[in-house]
């Protein structure tokens, strides 16, 4: 529970300060997701990708089997059970880890595998037989200027427009943000308690890492959720160029990109 | 004059093991603010008595707080509602007239409800059992203080060695759990010099037994901590899984027992 656990919060970490890179323009996004794809080969992308989910995979059965073990040791519960100092977090993490499950799946069909049925994302793919994102690229831009391999235009998926078009969408939104919220739940217990697993604890540190798991949660819970709320107020918009408007300026970036 | 107070109690009532309990209600009056919780009990069980009625039955022998022999969850919560208090040492004044108040057995697979109020605790006495001997000197008794040992070690393993075993923190375990009790057990031995020779064997065996007997598992909740009369920190479970670790890993790579 503790190792599993630990390798996802720091995924998450990592995910979050990803994700927070596309209030740095669609270029600087999009180059991200570029990178995240082709920095390594496709089989070892797929390692990693395979190890998160084995991790997923391990939690979830440790989760059954301690539920399953706990539920036999109390075959009798109490007529009257008075809760002292057990944090509601602590208590709620089958329902609140289940709920998370049922996101990531969601999650991944949404942005990874790109397959929701019913998602709409918007007026470019209209004229795609497909109708998916995954049809849809665009120039990969760096420092304002779309990048050239052997002679051609580097392509790429357009990660801040498949972000905006899915959050435009207002339960897509409420979902992300409520599964955010109980992933800050699920921390606020799980970060101190995988230290209290292995035995690297005690009553001082007890207080420190509680305080420290509060901060982790709250700090990942704004770090995703500010996202959908900033494509709900219309702070981030799409950008079918890919990031070259905001850099070279409208009428030249679209003459630009179409005359190549 | 001394405040007295009219009781409603919801007591379990089961005639063996084998049969089905149920929950009986029951009134008792004018008891005193001054009297302890086994002593309304008392005045309950001479009641039924009077009336010719099978008393109830609890545990109890020291009725001052170091035997651990009481053990009933008082309102939800064990040994009641006191902080670092066994129901021997709780006092009614704690209660308000008119008040109901439901009495429970220790809830988990492992403790097997005897009588009434009365389960059979023996698997704490196996874990224990389980964690051996210490080697020590035999023959004559060793001078006082031969062995060095630093204050803070010795406090803590004081600490540890407040464990009365009454079983509250599994009761109190949402996964009925006994880790903080194996883990006091445990860390008591394990941090004194005495105890270091066996330190891996000790907790290993130790930590099979429990999962044998059938406790659940620990989620780091800290129920157990809040209703353990001894205030046993969760500190002893930190250790405890600190132990098995090591123990595990020395093991790994050649057997400690």
Not at chain 1, 101 to 122: D, K, N, S
Not at chain 2, 43 to 54: P, W
Not at chain 2, 62 to 73: D, H, N, V, W
Not at chain 2, 174 to 193: D, E, I, Q, R, V
Request: proline share 3%; net charge neutral; charged share 20%.
């Amino acid at each position: 529970m503790a190792l599993s656990g630990l390798t996802l919060v720091l995924f998450v970490m990592g995910h979050m300060l990803g994700n927070l890179q596309i209030f740095l323009g669609p270029d600087v996004i999009n180059a991200y997701a570029y990178k995240l794809h082709h920095l390594l080969p496709s089989s070892a992308l797929w390692a990693v990708r395979l190890v998160l989910l084995g991790t997923i995979a391990v939690h979830l059965w440790a989760a059954v089997t301690l539920t399953l073990d706990n539920r036999k040791a109390r075959p009798h519960s109490y007529q009257e059970d008075k809760v002292v100092q057990a944090s509601y977090s602590s208590r709620t993490m089958r329902m609140s880890g289940i709920i998370l499950l049922a996101f990531i799946i969601f999650h991944i069909a949404h942005f990874t595998v790109r397959a929701v049925p019913g998602m709409q994302y918007e007026s470019e793919i209209e004229s795609k037989e497909s109708g998916r994102l995954e049809m849809v690229k665009v120039p990969l831009v760096k420092n304002g200027e779309v990048v050239l391999k052997n002679g051609h235009e580097v392509t790429t998926f357009n990660v801040n427009d498949m972000m905006v078009a899915g959050f435009k969408v207002w339960w897509v939104s409420a979902f992300y943000i409520i599964a955010t919220g109980l992933l800050c739940m699920h921390l606020t217990h799980g970060f101190s308690s995988m230290f209290q697993s292995v035995g690297l604890r005690n009553g001082l540190w007890r207080k420190r890492l509680d305080r420290a798991a509060h901060a982790y949660g709250w700090v990942v819970f704004l770090g995703f959720a500010i996202i959908p709320i900033s494509v709900m107020t219309g702070l981030l918009k799409m950008d079918s160029t890919g990031g070259l408007v905001s850099q070279v300026g409208e009428t030249a970036a679209i003459t630009d990109s179409f005359e190549k | 004059m001394e405040k007295t107070m009219d009781l409603t109690l919801k007591v379990w009532r089961q005639k063996s093991a084998n049969s089905t309990g149920t929950f009986e209600t029951y009134g008792v009056k004018d008891v005193s603010e001054g009297s302890s919780f086994l002593e309304m009990l008392d005045t309950l069980s001479e009641d039924l008595v009077e009336k010719g009625k099978e008393p109830v039955a609890f545990d109890h022998d020291c009725r001052e707080g170091i035997c651990g022999s009481c053990s009933m969850t008082i309102n939800g919560i064990p040994h009641g509602p006191e902080k670092a208090t066994t129901a021997c040492q709780l006092h009614m004044r704690h209660f308000h007239d008119g008040q109901t108040i439901t009495i429970e057995p220790w809830r988990a697979k492992p403790f097997p409800v005897i009588k009434d109020l009365v389960v059979d605790r023996s698997p704490f006495d196996r874990i224990i059992q389980s964690g051996g001997f210490i080697t020590s000197r035999a023959g004559s008794a060793v001078d006082a203080n031969a062995i060095p040992i630093n204050k803070a070690t010795a406090d803590y393993a004081m600490d540890a060695a407040a464990c009365i075993g009454c079983g509250a923190c599994v009761a109190a375990c949402p996964n009925a759990s006994a880790m903080l009790f194996t883990g006091a057990k445990a860390s008591h031995m394990n941090s004194l010099p005495q105890g270091k020779a066996e330190k891996d064997r000790r907790t290993l065996a130790m930590v099979t037994t429990m999962d044998g007997e059938g406790f659940g598992g620990c989620t780091n909740v800290g129920e157990c901590e809040a209703a353990c009369p001894k205030s046993i920190s969760l500190d002893m479970i930190a250790q405890l899984n600190r132990d098995y670790a090591t123990a595990q890993l020395k093991n790994f790579f050649k057997p400690v027992a």
